[in-house]
């Protein structure tokens, strides 16, 4: 069986993200869902026209887009698919939180994609 994957959400890392946060409200019509604090420190979290950004604090000097997160409803087939299809494993499927799996892949140009399944 193939698993689908959607677009769950994109990992932003800012020096200020409060800031850069608001400049997405304002210029892009962003709408803030809320904050956390990370082992990074703050992630503000947006709505960008129906996609979750996490506007996250950088570690050290690393700007920029992080990575793309897919969701899947069956982790495990989707990483047997794209292993099939030639693709890497950079981390291997973990437990993160109570109802929450991920892996990250690498993507085009060594890229990272992490695949998430949430729920049971």
């Known amino acids: 069986m193939t698993a689908n994957l959607t677009i769950d959400h994109l990992h932003v890392y800012a020096s200020d993200p409060r800031a850069t946060a608001d400049s997405y409200v304002r210029l ?35 700007m920029g887009v992080d990575h793309i ?21 950079l981390v291997p499927a973990r437990d993160m939180a109570p109802g929450l799996r991920i892996a990250f892949v690498e993507a085009p140009d060594g890229q990272r994609v992490e695949i998430l399944q949430r729920g049971g």
């Open 28 to 62: 892009f019509g962003a709408s803030q869902r809320g904050e956390k604090e990370t082992v990074n420190g703050l992630r503000v979290v947006l709505d960008l026209s129906g996609v979750t950004l996490f506007v996250e604090q950088a570690p050290g000097d690393q």
């Open 69 to 89: 997160g897919m969701a899947t409803g069956n982790l495990d087939a989707s990483l047997a698919r794209i292993e099939a299809e030639g693709g890497r494993i």
